[in-house]
């Protein structure tokens, strides 16, 4: 899914310094600025993730809340 939001919608990628490789998050989402996302990450709408949280090859779905230093890893 990412690669085909790289290719068709690159603008819908996030490209904020915390974020590493393809990365979605919805314009409600509220992101710390020391959370890591990435890579291949869709965090969906009215999420919160927290300071120092870390996701990684992800889907958030809506309204989730990753408190601080979560750790959220999917192989």
């Known amino acids: 899914m990412m690669e085909m939001y790289k290719k068709y919608h690159p603008n819908r990628l996030s490209t904020d310094a915390n974020c590493d ?12 600025p020391s959370a890591k996302l990435g890579p291949h990450v869709s ?29 959220v890893l999917s192989r």
Do not use: Q, T
Request: glycine share 10%.
């Open 21 to 32: 490789g393809n990365v979605y998050i919805h314009p409600s989402a509220k992101v710390h």
């Open 43 to 71: 965090i969906g709408s009215n999420v919160v993730v927290e300071e120092g949280a870390r996701v990684k090859n992800s889907i958030i779905l809506d309204g989730v809340i990753i408190k601080k230093h979560a750790c």
